[in-house]
């Protein structure tokens, strides 16, 4: 399930991508349009213009933009931004592989399969 900090990450990445040229706009617009709380909402979007997704321009027409095309940010782009690895389990992590606490033999699970199939998925949005 995505965290609310997600959630709101991908409205405001979804507001800006309808903006000429991907913003800028301000906080307050953005947490308007996204329907975040504003503070919180500032941490996460210092946190997207930290992992290069978003860049800020200070003064009177500044705010925050999109640091790359709509097309060129994927929805993956930013969870992996905020949340880390997009896999269900770390046995189906590209990023943080590792064996499952539970798991008696990672090469003979079952579940491995399905796992890397939800990850794949979700990497492609």
């Given at each position: ?18 903006l ?60 992996r ?45």
């Amino acid at each position: 399930m995505l965290s609310n900090r997600s959630r709101y990450a991908l409205r405001a990445m979804v507001h800006l991508a309808g903006l000429p040229g991907g913003g800028p706009a301000t906080i307050a617009e953005i947490a308007e349009a996204s329907a975040a709380p504003r503070k919180f909402l500032e941490a996460i979007l210092l946190d997207l213009r930290r992992q290069h997704l978003l860049v800020s321009r200070r003064g009177r027409s500044g705010g925050y933009a999109l640091a790359a095309p709509p097309d060129g940010i994927s929805f993956a782009d930013v969870i992996r931004a905020l949340e880390g690895a997009l896999a269900l389990a770390p046995c189906a992590s590209r990023t943080a592989y590792g064996p499952c606490e539970t798991c008696p033999d990672v090469e003979t699970c079952p579940l491995q399969p399905v796992l890397r199939d939800g990850r794949d998925a979700l990497a492609a949005v």
